[in-house]
Nanobody, 126 residues
């Protein structure tokens, strides 16, 4: 089961941190990702985190690169998405996805993720 938390409403320039937790899995590698979907728009990738024995690798969309940070949490198979300096066009439902069969190689938005969360709303408005 995959669950997101941490969404909410903030003013432009505010910050939120989203958390995604995959339960029921005991492996030591994973490819986890954040996507978002705004009303009337297609779902788009935000960030990915691949972790495996001996390392981790991240990837960001151009929209958030240098602004958002994806990181592993202290709990097993948990990732955080730190979102500082939020803008109105960051408003969307944010979804977490995971592929715990990942062992090595590419962890990108095009991956066929078998697990998806229900989403958490992020609203940025003055």
């Amino acid at each position: 089961q995959l669950m997101e938390s941490g969404g909410g409403s903030v003013q432009p320039g505010g910050s939120l941190t989203l958390t995604c937790a995959l339960s029921g899995y005991t492996g030591n590698s994973n490819c986890m990702a954040w996507f978002r979907q705004s009303p009337g728009k297609a779902r788009e990738g935000v960030a990915t985190m691949a972790y495996y024995h001996g390392g981790e690798r991240t990837f960001y969309s151009e929209d958030v690169h240098g602004r958002f940070i994806i990181s592993q949490g202290n709990a097993e198979h948990t990732v955080h998405l730190q979102m500082p300096n939020l803008k109105p066009n960051d408003t969307a439902i944010y979804y977490c996805a995971a592929d715990p069969t990942y062992t090595t190689g590419s962890c990108r938005f095009s991956r066929d993720f078998p697990y998806w969360g229900r989403g958490t709303q992020v609203t940025v408005s003055s």
